[in-house]
């Protein structure tokens, strides 16, 4: 069973595609004329060009929405494409999902003729920038340690690439781990933390101490009064990169 098939259950309700992140994605794809999605998930930010989504987890394909590109069930590491298939592909906060990462990425450039798009995060930035890892929970952190890919040898493995911040707005609507960093009292909501893959897999003992304390930091006012700089400020950059390559 793909780890989606648990995970994913409420992913179409938290995890909608914030419309200025879209804006940067479509930005990137620049004038490509086709485009195949690879761990597409529910299809979040797939532009109407995309003529295929890749996706192993039932549960996830199960959520896409009716009219959204047809979907065949498959992992990135063996993607079910000749050479060259499309223009572009893009492979959207998955890659630290694969098994394989090394063939996924090879994988992407065998079957892209001329762009890959991988959107992703530096680990080192989001532990530094990020509140809720750097201060509650630097387990959850540690557990992304093991899976995130850093950002140098993903660049490599894709022959050299530009990278692009994605700043995340402070309403985004996209419910990824750093989706609530003005909206603190979310992460407090079991199901945000549900379609939150950080939140979700190391467990709820393994939070539990640093969700009371982030509980008791709100209650008495103390997260306020120390994250003050946070509260006029419409966008940060804690991580999220855009890997963009042609060849
Ligand atoms: C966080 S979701 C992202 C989904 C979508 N790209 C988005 O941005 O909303 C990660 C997705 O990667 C998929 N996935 C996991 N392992 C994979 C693999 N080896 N190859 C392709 N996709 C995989 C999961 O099933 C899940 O749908």
Redesign the pocket.
Known sequence: M???DTL?TTYART?RPDPRIAARIHAALGDATDVVN?????G??EPSRTVLA????QV?IAQRPPGAAPVVRA???HLPLRDGAADAVMA???VH???DPVA?IAELRRVARRRVLVLTWDQRVFRERFWLVREYLPEAAAFDDDRAIPIDRLSELLGGARELPVPVPHDCVDGFAAAYWRRPDAYLDPQVRAGI?LLSQPGEDTLAPGLARLADDLTTGHWHTHHTDLLNREAIDVGYRLLVTDH
């Open positions: 793909a780890t989606y994913g995890r690879v761990g597409a998930g529910t979040s930010y890749v996706e192993p987890s996830m992992v990135a590491e959207l906060l998955t999902h694969w098994t996924g893959s």
